[in-house]
């Protein structure tokens, strides 16, 4: 396509296909998702930009709209999203000026943050507090995560084979992807998240004989429905049960 079409495309049109052509396949899906959803609000905030159109007030445009119903932070994560692409136009000659720059991220004021972890006393109330007499449950995965201080993603992905009783160990080598709606296995955050945890006896004790008739290669917390798909999992869920 010559220089002179690129510059009629839609903006919005040419940012999916700037993501498709660098970002499919490069990034984690998880981090590809974040992308697509940038694309979508694209097409409700400037629909019928063409990129001949675009220029630094445009841009300052889309970023005050998006900022209208955004944190300043998740506004400033939607700048960077779409920053590279125009860059990537820009150093292309489908643009001639840059329109990022300088641009002003704005956002709404941040909301009352809950907070994220409790006190020593409180812990050992909600332990105490944990049904576990009924198999695999909600109270169950809440143990293990105050007991080993696991994430959640990782949690979600222990399965049975996890579990080595003769050491009191449980391997992290996996996680959940709890943010897709299919689900499914992916690596940890990091290299050096792969680690071996220590289990207390007691735990170890009372799990055992839970698990030891369940798939082995099978996440223990979430449900396979009969189509064969797993049920999605959000992180909310746990909280409000609490």
Not at 17 to 41: C, F, H, P
Not at 86 to 100: C, M, Q, R, W, Y
Not at 118 to 135: A, F, I, P, R, Y
Not at 198 to 215: F, H, N, T, Y
């Amino acid at each position: 396509m010559t220089r002179k079409k690129q510059k009629e495309i839609l903006f919005c049109d040419y940012f999916d296909q700037w993501v498709e052509t660098y970002k499919v396949g490069a990034i984690k899906q998880v981090t590809l998702s974040k992308y697509y959803m940038s694309g979508k609000q694209l097409r409700k905030i400037c629909p019928k930009l063409l990129m001949s159109n675009f220029d630094r007030i445009e841009y300052q445009k889309i970023i005050n709209e998006y900022a209208k119903t955004h944190e300043k932070q998740t506004t400033v994560d939607f700048h960077h999203n779409i920053k590279g692409c125009i860059l990537d136009a820009f150093h292309d000659g489908v643009l001639d000026k840059d329109p990022t720059y300088r641009a002003v991220i704005k956002g709404k004021e941040p909301g009352k943050k809950r907070m994220k972890f409790l006190q020593k006393d409180e812990l050992t109330k909600l332990v105490h507090s944990l049904d576990l007499s009924n198999g695999i449950n909600k109270d169950w995965f809440i143990l293990l995560l105050a007991k080993t201080g696991m994430r959640f993603a990782e949690c979600l992905a222990i399965t049975p084979n996890d579990f080595d009783f003769e050491a009191n160990q449980l391997n992290i080598n996996k996680t959940w992807d709890y943010k897709s709606a299919e689900g499914g296995f992916i690596k940890t955050k990091t290299d050096s998240s792969v680690r071996k945890i220590v289990i207390d006896w007691q735990v170890s004790g009372l799990i055992r004989p839970i698990i030891e008739k369940l798939p082995p290669d099978e996440p223990i917390f979430i449900e396979k429905l009969p189509e064969g798909r797993y049920k999605r999992q959000h992180n909310s869920t746990y909280v409000n049960y609490l």
